[in-house]
């Protein structure tokens, strides 16, 4: 076994107190494999985790509003709006006014962005393949029931 897969706990500590027996200790070394897996794999569209989700929910709900993307994603509104100026100031979403209300912007991508779009989705599912290669398809689908159960509880 090699270092990376060793025990880090104790000597003497009980197995359910050992810190690789503690499940959010295995979310955050996981998370922290996945997110550098991300960055380095998105690195030449400069894209982080919520900015690609941010554009995949806008590519797929074409119109929406940003209270409704906040929502989606479990984002406050303070923290999603300077994401949105970086993503319209790069040129990849674009907001228009609500016809109804002046006060409500709706966001779309950018012809330049829903051209990109695919090639990114292509990239996501690379990088997803790579970290998790060593889970079935049975596994995987198992792992993400898993994870959708902990969060969607959580939102209420």
């Known amino acids: 076994m090699d270092e990376a897969h060793t025990s880090r706990s104790a000597p003497g500590a009980a197995p359910e107190d050992a810190l690789d027996a503690q499940i959010g200790y295995n979310l955050k070394r996981a998370s922290a494999i996945a997110l550098n897996d ?9 894209l982080r985790p ?8 806008i590519d797929e709900k074409p ?3 940003a ?3 906040c929502r989606l994603l479990g984002m406050k509104s303070a923290n999603m709006a ?14 228009d006014d609500h016809a109804g209300d002046k006060r409500v912007q709706m966001l779309a991508l950018t012809p330049a962005a ?11 599912r690379r990088h997803e393949d790579r ?9 995987r689908a198992t792992l993400l029931r898993l994870l959708r159960l902990i969060w969607t509880e959580e939102e209420g």
Do not use: D, S
């Open 38 to 46: 991300f960055a380095v794999e998105l690195a030449e569209a400069a």
């Open 50 to 57: 919520v900015t690609y989700g941010m554009l995949a929910l």
């Open 63 to 65: 119109g929406i509003r």
């Open 67 to 69: 209270a409704e993307l």
């Open 82 to 95: 300077p994401l949105l100026g970086e993503l319209e100031e790069r040129g990849l979403v674009e907001r």
């Open 114 to 124: 829903r051209e990109a779009m695919p090639g990114w989705r292509r990239q996501v």
């Open 131 to 139: 970290f998790l290669h060593r889970l079935t398809k049975k596994e």
